[in-house]
């Protein structure tokens, strides 16, 4: 069964860089597109964007200058940064793949709490 | 962005059937992207339940079943059971955002 496992800072002060990595293990996820999820209260889920194996990447236009998301296909980990984070930016983030044939969200990590706060 | 509106709650007893709707437009549901649906349980990640309008993964009781009509889908849970009280979102792709977007989600109660 595949298994998502990601890590980052929690806590940032306004106008810091968020900073997050996830690592990809077991069963079969070739092909798959690796997502990054957001889910607050105000604004629900919303998607950030995604990255392929090859380095490819699709962000959320309302994101795309201040995402950069990064893969590192040796270790099967990719990363999402998110600069210059405002209190808007609080959230659970969610590393997620995405299934190329039906479009759908099919696996997803624990989520990381990251609040920012001044 | 949460831009596919959802009834806020709905309610049933043990047993009844009870459909959630996912309201969207020609942009995103009505453009023929497929509709996928969540069950999310507090303090969880949320789990695929129906991908591909009707199609339910592997391990998904069949009690869970999607539909899709026009630029609107729906969610329905047939002998609803105390388990099933969780959060419920749609989710598509849409082609004037550029951008998969969700559901606002649905707060299942079973009385």
């Known amino acids: 069964q595949v298994q998502l496992q990601q890590w980052g800072a929690g806590v940032l002060k306004p106008s810091e860089t968020l900073s997050l990595t996830c690592a990809v293990s077991?069963?079969?996820?070739?092909?798959?597109?690796w997502n990054w999820i957001r889910q607050s209260p105000e604004k629900g889920l919303e998607w950030i964007g995604q990255?392929?194996?090859?380095?490819?990447?699709n962000y959320n236009p309302s994101l795309k200058s201040r995402v950069t998301m990064s893969v590192d296909t040796s270790k099967n980990q990719f990363s999402l940064r998110l600069t210059s984070v405002t209190a808007a930016d609080t959230a659970v983030y969610f590393c997620?793949?995405?299934?190329?044939?039906?479009?759908?969200?099919?696996?997803w990590g624990q989520g990381t709490l990251v609040t920012v706060s001044s | 962005q949460s831009v596919l509106p959802q009834p806020p709650s709905v309610s049933g007893a043990p047993g009844q059937r009870v459909t959630i709707s996912c309201t969207g437009s020609?942009?995103?549901?009505?453009?023929?992207?497929?509709v996928h649906w969540y069950q999310q349980f507090p303090g969880t990640s949320p789990k695929l339940l129906i991908y591909?309008?009707?199609n339910r993964p592997a391990g998904v009781p069949d009690r869970f079943s999607g539909s899709k009509s026009g630029t609107s889908a729906s969610l329905a849970i047939t002998g609803l059971q105390v388990e099933d009280e969780a959060d419920y979102y749609c989710?598509?792709?849409?082609?004037?955002?550029?951008?998969?977007?969700f559901g606002t989600g649905t707060k299942v109660t079973v009385l």
């Open positions: 020609r942009s995103n549901i009505g453009a023929d992207y497929g």
């Open positions: 077991g069963g079969s996820f070739s092909g798959y597109y």
């Open positions: 990255i392929n194996h090859s380095g490819s990447t």
């Open positions: 989710q598509s792709y849409d082609s004037s955002l550029r951008s998969y977007v």
């Open positions: 591909g309008n009707t």
């Open positions: 997620v793949l995405r299934n190329p044939s039906s479009g759908s969200f099919d696996f």
